[in-house]
């Protein structure tokens, strides 16, 4: 059998080492290119509770766009202290689904709707949201129907709420006298707004001013815009046979109110 030579081991060597060196820069650049998508494009978020039912179920995943709102510190991750405010600073539309960063720590994500822009006074009264002094159209609809675990069901009152600009959108009320069904006035300050979740009863917002209260600006990650994967509690990650039933197809691509 033919022994290599001195220099020929030497060779082997160098196109080793070259192979390496491409893998690890074919690495770095994919890196690279993931974190430039993630802060000036999209990025991907699951939803973990269900503050936004019916429209955003537990184990949806979303695509939320960073450039509809301009961008912040918290369009990048880990929000380097870079700069303050947002460059290229655009409107926030009444009813958008946004993520932001919960003003209270400025590091855990949240997602809500928006539902207060600046200068605006917020009211629930009886369970029906007052925007600037007028009763958001409210209509009883069929109720929705919610799989807790196994074989349980569970049917929760739902409406769907039209605001002034036409945004419209399905609501829940778990029940008719909830602790935030009757608040005070809010009023929006200047480069701030104000969420709330879909599931009224059941959703930490800004009507709670010692746990999320106005939301600055600056705190804005960006815009939900579409769901694009999604699965219940039905199956377990390594339960690959159980995946055809956890999926939930019928969600994937889709857009919400």
Known sequence: MAKMNSDQVSEANVDKQDGWRETVKTVVYAVLIALVIRTVAYEPFNIP??????????????FVAKFPYGYSKHSIPLSPPLFDGRINEAP????????????????TD????????????????????????KAVKRQRVEDFVQ????????????????LPNGRSYLTLDLQPRGMADNTNVYVVPPDHYFAMGDNRDDSTDSRFLDHVGFIPAENLVGRADMIFFSVNDQARIWEVWKWPIAI??????SGFG
């Open 49 to 62: 509770s269900g503050s936004m039912l019916p429209t955003l179920l537990i184990g949806d995943y979303v």
């Open 248 to 253: 939930r197809f019928s969600r994937f691509f």
């Open 110 to 133: 949240y997602i809500k709707r928006i539902m207060g822009l600046p200068g605006d006074r917020l009211q629930m009264a009886d369970g029906v949201l007052q925007i600037n002094g």
């Open 147 to 162: 799989k807790h675990s196994g074989a349980r069901y569970g049917r929760v009152r739902q409406y769907r709420e039209t």
């Open 92 to 107: 926030v539309k009444r009813g958008d689904i946004a993520v932001f960063k919960l003003p209270t720590d400025n590091s």
